[in-house]
């Protein structure tokens, strides 16, 4: 079983930036994909970013691309998502998420572990 925290929310301004760390422990984080994602306000829980379990592929919504970088360091078993030029509509609650997917990454909800959730509020 793989537990994961999410860590680096918070209010911020407009034009600012955040590092979102998921953290995992528990079980090896070496062979997990991860995927980032954000649930706002009356809003269904949608993908942000993906990583897949070596770095090699990633992805981005178009919203986030030039904006969002998602990395990992396997040796902290950690996965991280650095913000840029946050925008009021990048409020909402992030999470992540893990599981096995070969080379790839899920872009829909099949990850079995999620995280319980950092907020991040970008004020205009």
């Known amino acids: 079983q793989v537990q994961l925290v999410e860590s680096g929310g918070g209010l911020v301004q407009a034009g600012d930036s955040l590092r979102l760390s998921c953290a995992a422990s528990?079980?090896?984080?070496?062979?997990?994909?991860v995927g980032w994602f954000r649930q706002a306000p009356g809003k269904e829980r949608d993908i942000v970013a993906a990583?897949?379990?070596?770095?090699?592929?990633?992805y981005y919504v178009d919203s986030v691309k030039g904006r969002f970088t998602v990395s990992r360091d396997n040796a902290k078993n950690t996965v991280y998502l650095q913000m840029n030029s946050l925008k009021p509509e990048d409020t909402a609650v992030y999470y992540c998420?893990?599981?096995?997917?070969?080379?790839?990454?899920?872009?829909?909800?099949?990850?079995?572990?999620w995280g319980q959730g950092t907020q991040v509020t970008v004020s205009s």
């Open positions: 990583i897949s379990w070596n770095g090699g592929r990633v």
């Open positions: 528990g079980r090896t984080f070496t062979s997990y994909a």
């Open positions: 998420a893990a599981d096995h997917r070969g080379d790839g990454y899920y872009l829909t909800g099949e990850y079995r572990h």
